[in-house]
């Protein structure tokens, strides 16, 4: 089970932290990402971590503002996102794969689980 928390209403150039708590299963031994769909739009990954975290991706339009870490210790998989921009409204799903994808790979269609999504807004 995936559980997403930390999503909220910020203005623009701000920061938030979203966590994804696991249950049932060990974080370290998937490959896991962060989603987002913005309204209206179809859903996009934002950045991937692969199992043995040698691998680390961003979309190009986070590359540099956000960042993808895993506490192995709490089960929890983390965004950080900093200088938050309007277009980055969406709810954000956190998800993991089985099969360990890697990068841009970790696409929507291979992902095994998926938490519930939490809401991010960033006010102009």
């Known amino acids: 089970q995936l559980v997403e928390s930390g999503g909220g209403l910020v203005q623009a150039g701000g920061s938030l932290r979203l966590s994804c708590a696991v249950s049932?299963?060990?974080?370290?031994?998937?490959?896991m990402g962060w989603f987002r769909q913005p309204p209206g739009l179809e859903r996009e990954l934002v950045a991937s971590?692969?199992?043995?975290?040698?691998?680390?991706y961003y979309s190009g339009s986070v590359k540099g503002r956000f960042t993808i870490s895993r506490d192995n210790a709490e089960n929890t998989l983390y965004l950080q996102m900093n200088s938050l921009k309007y277009e980055d409204t969406a709810v954000y799903y956190c998800?993991?794969?089985?099969?360990?994808?890697?990068?841009?790979?970790?696409?929507?269609?291979?992902?095994?689980?998926w938490g519930k999504g939490t809401l991010v807004t960033v006010s102009s």
């Open positions: 998800a993991a794969d089985l099969d360990s994808c890697i990068g841009y790979g970790c696409s929507v269609a291979v992902m095994d689980y």
């Open positions: 049932g299963g060990t974080v370290s031994r998937y490959s």
């Open positions: 971590i692969r199992r043995d975290t040698a691998n680390i």
